[in-house]
């Protein structure tokens, strides 16, 4: 059994958001194939993050230059929501991220979430020796949708590009996407097409991770 963590960025209802249509395929195919993971489902909209503050700053990173410092009250409290969502993450074995590309990257939700779960001394620890993962994360799955089409490796691809930066500095490496591109069908008139491959694709994920 795994314990996962379900990060939702994505604000539309299901029937108009094609990243939770992945999601949903996804959870199906890996219920099938392992029932009885626990997965917290964290939906930024309806719990969206602060913006890394100064106060947060001080408060994670002042200790790692003095270990001596201590943090007043309102780094303290500055620093809540991102104490409680660095438990989430060092408690799941697998990350299932289920978001859109806007404007060739990530929405800003998601990336201020990323903010606040990356922390030296909670989620990895950082020294002389270099960046070590304090967390239990053995894979992160990407479930994403576009209105265009990115090949790996573009330049424009910020999802790919950007988890793979973020979460490869805490040692997480394995990283997989199922993407339903070119979904804009004023450009794509295969639109449905393509939406149709990426559930198949969201589906044998799903089951490629049971017993992960």
């Not at 199922?178 to 804009?184: E, I, R, Y």
């Not at 450009?187 to 939406?195: N, P, Q, S, V």
Request: charged share 20%; net charge neutral.
């Amino acid at each position: 059994m795994m314990n996962i963590l379900h990060v939702i960025a994505n604000p539309k209802p299901v029937a108009e958001a094609h990243s939770k249509q992945l999601a949903a395929a996804f959870f199906t195919a890996l219920k099938a194939k392992q029932p009885g993971n626990q997965v917290t489902e964290l939906d930024l909209y309806a719990n969206p993050p602060p913006f890394y503050d100064y106060e947060t700053y001080r408060h994670f990173w002042y200790p790692v230059f003095d270990p001596a410092y201590k943090a007043s009250e309102k780094e303290m409290a500055a620093a809540q929501y991102a104490r409680q969502h660095c438990g989430l993450f060092n408690q799941a074995d697998l990350l299932v991220i289920t978001t859109p590309l806007w404007n060739f990257g990530m929405p800003a939700i998601l990336k201020a979430w990323l903010d606040q779960v990356l922390m030296p001394n909670v989620t990895f620890t950082i020294g002389g020796n270099g960046v070590k993962g304090l967390h239990h994360i053995r894979k992160v799955v990407a479930l994403v949708s576009s209105g265009g089409t990115y090949e790996a490796g573009d330049s424009r691809d910020g999802i790919r590009n950007g988890l793979r930066a973020a979460f490869g500095f805490v040692g997480i490496t394995d990283i997989e996407v199922a993407w339903s591109q070119g979904q804009n069908p004023l450009f794509f008139k295969d639109a449905a097409e393509r939406h149709k491959r990426a559930i198949w694709d969201a589906m044998q994920l799903g089951e490629a991770v049971a017993g992960l």
